[in-house]
């Protein structure tokens, strides 16, 4: 079973920056995809971006382009979200997700496993 903890959120003024962090384990995190997603209240979790398993190629949401980097560090089992220049409506609970197969990476049911989830809020 496939344990994923999130951490790095947190409250930040408009423009700042923050970098999320997601630790792995129970499962070899080479051979696992990996996702963030984001959820507001009374809204659908949004896919955010994606990696493969070599992280040679990376995937993201156009409302993030340029802002986000999604990264992983097979070594140490975790896969990190770089968010810079950070607007009020990046203010969201963010998830991390792994998954076994490849598929339609911006797709909840892509995933296997998730994690709790970590606050992250934009003040203007």
């Known amino acids: 079973q496939v344990q994923l903890v999130e951490s790095g959120g947190g409250l930040v003024q408009a423009g700042g920056s923050l970098r999320l962090s997601c630790a792995a384990s129970?499962?070899?995190?080479?051979?696992?995809?990996m996702g963030w997603f984001r959820q507001t209240p009374g809204k659908v979790r949004e896919f955010v971006a994606a990696?493969?398993?070599?992280?040679?190629?990376?995937y993201w949401t156009n409302s993030i382009e340029g802002r986000f980097t999604i990264s992983r560090d097979n070594a140490k089992s975790t896969v990190y979200l770089q968010m810079n220049s950070l607007k009020p409506e990046d203010t969201a609970v963010y998830y991390c997700?792994?998954?076994?197969?490849?598929?339609?990476?911006?797709?909840?049911?892509?995933?296997?496993?998730w994690g709790q989830g970590t606050q992250v809020t934009v003040s203007s």
């Open positions: 997700a792994a998954a076994h197969g490849w598929g339609d990476y911006t797709n909840r049911e892509m995933y296997d496993y």
């Open positions: 129970g499962h070899t995190f080479s051979s696992l995809y």
């Open positions: 990696i493969n398993l070599s992280g040679s190629n990376t």
